[in-house]
């Protein structure tokens, strides 16, 4: 019989959050799967293989990005992200609206100097259970999308690890790890009506205890050769990137770990990207 427990594993010393995270390559996974976790995990650590995918994120991986969206995209709000520690690690808090947010996000930056190794959580399904999706993570991202996130109920229990393993990553430095509050993609038509945000950003940034950066995006769409043909005719819709100073929590981070403090934190994550995008339909109106 199991005996249920009131005690949130966050506040488990970090050594045992470790070994949850270690999780990730367990028997629980499928081969392929599990073989994708560990050669990510292995270009994480100090080493040629680190060097190769930071150097690939840097040239390849930013500058298509750059080639795609430059002639229709708008940035605003960089300098107050102030200078980045290349020895320090970053969250940078996003909405949701297309499967390219991030990718057009962190190419700005990359592109513009930022030495960081990337990353981004995303969902296992495709992008860790088929040969296509490890090529198209390795090719196109440098293994930027890591950990995986799992929607299928009989791996879900996973999805702690892969929190902890996010939160461990950032505490070692030289991340810039890319989270979307939201939780999920927003398919609404108002680009300005946000999803509910998700605790589970918040045990990251609780445990990891780094600066969190606000950005909103605007205008990326999910069809990918029309949204390139649209940069290159000059007719695609605006791309609009705010970005904003770092989130102030105040006390928030020193409370001890709860889910409602989980909560708190992603709410207050989640409430920057929302007057970014009330600055963002300001710009957007002018625009016109």
């Given amino acids: 019989m199991t005996v249920a427990t009131t005690r949130d594993p966050s506040s488990a010393p970090s050594t045992a959050r470790e070994s949850r995270a270690d999780a990730l390559v ?21 080493g040629l293989l680190d060097q190769a995918l930071r150097l690939g994120q840097r040239t390849f991986g930013c500058n298509w990005i750059e080639i795609c969206t430059r002639n229709i995209r708008q940035v ?27 990718y057009v996000i962190t190419a700005y930056l990359v592109k513009r100097g930022l030495p960081h190794r990337i990353l981004f959580p995303v969902r296992a399904n495709f992008f860790y259970d ?16 890591y950990p995986p996130v799992f929607r299928e109920r009989k791996l879900a229990h996973l999805n702690l690890a892969s929190l902890d393993e996010t939160s461990r990553l950032l505490r070692q430095g ?7 509050p939201e939780g999920k993609r927003n398919t609404s038509d108002d680009p ?13 940034i609780h445990q990891a205890h780094v600066e969190v950066l606000p950005v909103f995006i605007n205008g990326l769409g999910n069809d990918l050769p ?6 290159f005719n000059r007719k695609g819709n605006t791309i609009n990137v705010v970005f904003g100073a ?15 403090v989980f909560k708190q934190i992603a709410d207050r994550t989640l409430e920057a990207v929302r007057v970014l ?12």
């Fill in 76 to 102: 605003h709000g960089r300098e107050r992200l102030g200078a980045l520690d290349a020895n320090k690690s970053y969250v940078i808090v996003s909405n949701h609206r297309s499967f390219f947010d991030m």
């Fill in 277 to 288: 995008g009330e600055e963002e339909r300001a710009l957007r109106a002018a625009q016109r």
């Fill in 26 to 46: 367990g028997k629980d996974l499928p081969t392929i799967t599990r073989a994708h976790v560990r050669l990510v995990r292995k270009s994480l650590e100090p």
């Fill in 226 to 231: 029309r949204q390139v043909a649209g940069n």
């Fill in 130 to 145: 088929r040969p296509l999706g490890i090529f198209v993570n390795g090719v196109m991202s440098f293994f930027a999308m």
């Fill in 174 to 180: 030289g991340m810039f790890v890319g989270l979307h």
């Fill in 192 to 204: 300005y009506a946000l999803l509910p945000a998700q605790s589970g950003v918040g045990r990251i």
């Fill in 246 to 260: 770092p989130v102030d929590f105040g006390k928030l981070l020193d409370n001890a770990p709860s889910p409602r």
